[in-house]
């Protein structure tokens, strides 16, 4: 018994002894690695300003902390302190041509409000060497880029700098960070990123877009209206290569198994490649003549729902290709960072499937009801149009989540980056309320201040068309106040204009020193003194009664989000020149109201100033004209619907006397407003205006019935 019991102290003491052991190790272990991991990186590399060059083991350390780079320990904020500003890195004619796509990308930098071309003022540094297509294999591939890097005087390890990828790794491998360049502390902006190599918070992922991809503007979602039935002809669709064996091939091979011929359409092709036919396997001749039998567009355009299956890397064109149809994406591509997934809840448009479950993909698609159907196809066409759709899109909302990330930077609620019209088009420093954005019924007060552009400088008598407006508007119960922006350099007398009711202020503002002040765009700045979310732009020769005021007003409250107004234009495509047309023409239709006699949201002057493209401003300064048109421009791009003209009148502006001379009437002021469109359209990338139809009138307009049965009874008696 004695000796029992001294076997189990022995056998307890040798266990507590291994087991010390053990943990002490573990424990050892486990503050080495958290001492690794709780250790920042160094903003400076001390030793590579010493010795001038960093070592071939620096170098490996290096890219090992990079890993944990967060924009506190990698980005020097200081260099974005005045401004959000981009600099391209100008062209080496050294260097080769880059790709159409990368070629693309720099062109809507440099074209853009965000670019400057002084580096100390960038916050952010882009390269002129493309990174896009880091496959070894390919033509696009940029040589010895590691070395070109080196000898940039501002890399400085990558600091403060964006590098956009499409593709890294090649054949067979793929690998996710073959890059073949050491991007230093460099924020990538890369396709097909997985969670797993995402530095959080400080990498962006971008689509996989292809090299036609639209430079701008884009083409639009190809769900026009809410049609019915929801389900279409086929539940479920994918039409596509497979790879017989590597990466990607597991998923794709297996897809045969779930193709029924009826509603779900699955199939693939073994067709690509130089040698296929002799790494064919045995199913290869019967896929192929299945996938014969469908054409791509048609199962797009017919097919609830469409699989998106990881290609050799996470992400494939196919993405943004069903997007865009309305198709709902089911994606089966484990662990893929989806696109800017920072800011876009992609719950609300796409469903999730494992490539390890992909026999359940038909049960799960079939158990989707028909209003989360509706909501993710409706909620796809938000998102293709709003950041998708053109290269232009794709960076700019790059950009913006990196702005995001600055100190002292407004961050915007998911609410606005996930519904229309989105981020891109809603500037934080206007307001933090979303309530205060003219993209909301109620996004409107009781009252509104007139803006009166005077840039001939007409004389304020009592006869004078412009005291006979001041007058007019003055006599509105809704208007607040009346500034007059004079762009002539000599000042009316304060006592020549006419007296003004007690609720109503009257301004006058002379171009002073601000550029903007200074140009013809000043009638659209926005001024400080403008506190009312509706604004009435007028010219100095409008002609409007109070009642065309009052009534215009109403009409302007229902649609806060549109421009309303009297005069109306229409634009057309002239096949003959091959390019847009303008025309005053009275049809009945129109695509453009003037805003010498309109109504409009102040968050527009806004985007008007701020937002707009630097050269359309230089566009409408050289000409000194055509900012009215730019307006509905930016109005329709935003809002995608066209502005609202109200009543019959056709004339808004006082006749000139016999022999006057008045720009309408200059055929070569004519010409002018044609060339701004196509400018325009061009800066665009597209045609933003839209045609409409409709007119708004009183009711009772008309109506042969009593005047004073009628509210605003003075609109019928002007003249059209």
Known sequence: MPIMQAKKRYLL?????????????????????????????????????????????????????????????????????????????????????????????????????????????????????DTLDRDRLSADYVRNLQLRIQKLPLWNNGVNHLIFNLYSGTWPNYTENGLDFDYGKAILAKASMSEQHLRHGFDISIPLFHKTHPEKGGNPGFVLSNNFPLNKNYLLAFKGKRYVHGIGSDTRNSLYHLHNEQDIILVTTCKHGKNWKEMKDERCDEDNKEYDRYDYEVLLQNSTFCLVPRGRRLGSFRFLEVLQAGCIPVLLSNGWALPFAQVIDWSKSVLWADERLLLQVPNVVRSISATRILELRQQSQVLWERYFSSIEKIVFTTLEIIRERLPQQWIREGLIWNNSPGALVTLPNYSDSYADFPFHAQSYSDRFTAVVYCQIGSPVVPSSPLYRLVSNVARSKYVSRIIIVWSNEHLPMKNRWPAMPAHVTLKILQAGSDPIKTSISQRFYPHPLINTTGVLSLDE????????????????????????????????????????????????????????????????????????????????????????????????????????????????????????????????????????????????????????????????????VSNKRKKYRQIELVGS
């Open 541 to 704: 020769d409008s002609l409007l009664t109070t009642d065309e005021v009052d009534f215009a007003f109403q009409v302007w409250k229902q649609f806060p989000d549109r421009i309303v107004g009297y005069p109306a234009r229409s634009h057309y495509w002239d096949d003959a020149k091959g390019s847009w047309g303008y025309t005053s023409k009275w049809t009945n239709d129109y695509s453009i109201v003037l805003t010498g006699a309109a109504f409009y949201h102040r968050y527009y002057n806004v985007l008007y100033t701020e937002w707009l493209s630097p050269l359309l401003h230089k566009t409408v300064e050289q000409s000194q004209n055509c900012e009215d048109i730019l307006m509905n421009f930016l109005v329709s791009h935003v809002t995608r619907r066209a502005p609202i003209k109200v009543t019959q009148r056709k004339q808004y502006k006082e006749q000139p006397l016999a022999g006057g001379w008045s720009p309408w009437n200059d055929p070569d002021h004519f010409i002018q407003r044609q060339t701004c469109l196509n400018t325009f359209a061009a800066v665009f990338g597209y045609m933003p205006l839209l045609r409409s139809n409709l007119r708004l009138d009183p009711v009772l307009f008309k109506d042969p």
């Open 13 to 129: 003491l040798f266990c507590a002894f291994l087991a010390s052991v053990y943990f002490g190790c573990y424990r050892k272990k486990s503050e080495e690695v958290l001492s690794e991991v709780c250790t920042l990186p160094e903003f400076i590399n001390v030793g590579a300003i010493r010795t001038g060059s960093v070592g071939r083991r620096k170098e490996r350390s290096t890219i090992e902390n990079t890993q944990l780079c967060r924009m506190e320990t990698c980005f020097d904020f200081t260099k974005c302190k005045n401004d959000f500003k981009v600099y391209v890195y100008p062209s080496d004619e050294n260097d080769s041509e880059p790709s159409q796509s990368y070629q693309k990308l720099l062109n809507v930098l440099r074209e853009s409000r965000y670019y400057t071309s002084d580096p100390t003022e960038a916050c952010l540094f882009v390269l002129s060497l």
